[in-house]
């Protein structure tokens, strides 16, 4: 068996991906420890013992909002974890091809021009979350003989979600103001921008798609996007058409990101052609999920 190490597998992604592997690539051995990127000797340990055919990195701080309140934490942990990980391999386990979940994020003020993004275009990221990751992939990439794929991955999002991230923000207050745990007004950050997003499931399918690669090409870089953007306020208004009872919504300053980007286009056409992968999952169908998933949450805090 192909024996596959993933980094991160007790995040949202990652829980989404066990699951889906499971049922999908039973020709996998999956391993998902517990570890601390952080820690370059468990880092060893664990690399020299488990010898994985390909790593999945997926932990990491996903959050811009929390590498902004702690930039330092974000480049130790983005940056410094990735490269233990990538030096361990590379010591004792030379021959793993090595996936880097990056973001869509690096690519920052590129999306001004409003012309859609190629993995050609040069990152030019804003804020600590998207500097972490354009670091870590510089730093991955410099290293001789490390079999390297990036993958730039847009927002995802779906059931279990921190309220961290905008769409299970606008949920969980949707639920919560039904279940009557606050009063009904929904706070909010930008409305107007426009952001790509997939379903977890659709960014599951493109991860098992990357590991059933045989090899990859120098340096490659693969955009996971669904290549048609979306304004939040719309999202918000999906989710709102689903509400139970009667919401206002109120702009919150302290949900507003400074220096947002308003508008992002991706290609992601050669993600496409290289992985045979696209997204199938409607969005009304991921906020019809997400929100049950948080109406559940919202139950249980009331009793």
């Not at 275009?121 to 079999?147: C, D, F, I, Q, R």
């Amino acid at each position: 068996m192909t024996r596959l190490l993933i980094t991160g597998a007790s995040g949202f992604a990652g829980r989404h991906l066990l699951a889906h592997l499971r049922q999908e690539a039973p020709h996998l051995e999956l391993l998902a420890p517990s570890l601390d990127i952080t820690d370059q000797k468990a880092i060893e340990a664990l690399i020299a013992t488990a010898q994985p055919d390909i790593l999945l990195h997926l932990a990491g701080i996903s959050s811009p909002r929390h590498a902004a309140a702690n930039p330092e934490r974000s480049f130790t942990v983005n940056v410094l974890g990735s490269l233990n990980l990538a030096e361990a391999v590379l010591a004792h386990a030379p021959a793993c091809r090595f996936i880097f979940v990056s973001s869509t994020e690096v690519y920052g003020r590129a999306f001004i021009d409003g012309e859609a993004v190629t993995e050609a275009t040069v990152p030019e990221p804003v804020g600590p979350y998207a500097l972490s990751k354009a670091n870590a992939e510089e730093a991955l990439a410099a290293l001789p003989g490390l079999k390297l794929l990036r993958l730039r991955v847009a927002n995802h999002t779906g059931p279990g979600q921190l309220p961290d991230f905008v769409v299970p923000a606008f949920a969980r207050q949707i639920a919560r103001i039904e279940a009557r745990l606050q009063p009904p007004v929904l706070k909010t950050g930008n409305l107007d921008s426009w952001r790509d997003f997939l379903d977890v499931h659709d960014i599951c399918t493109a991860y098992n798609a990357a590991c059933a690669l045989p090899d990859f090409a120098p340096k490659e870089v693969l955009n996971i996007a669904s290549g048609k953007p979306q304004r939040i306020g719309t999202l918000l208004d999906m989710l709102l058409s689903m509400a139970r009872v009667e919401i206002s919504v109120q702009p919150d300053a302290a949900r507003q990101r400074q220096g947002e980007i308003r508008y992002t286009l991706i290609d992601a056409s050669r993600a496409k052609a290289r992985l045979n992968w696209a997204p199938r999952r409607a969005m009304r169908e991921t906020l019809a999920a997400t929100l049950a998933y948080w109406r559940a949450e919202a139950a249980k805090e009331a009793g």
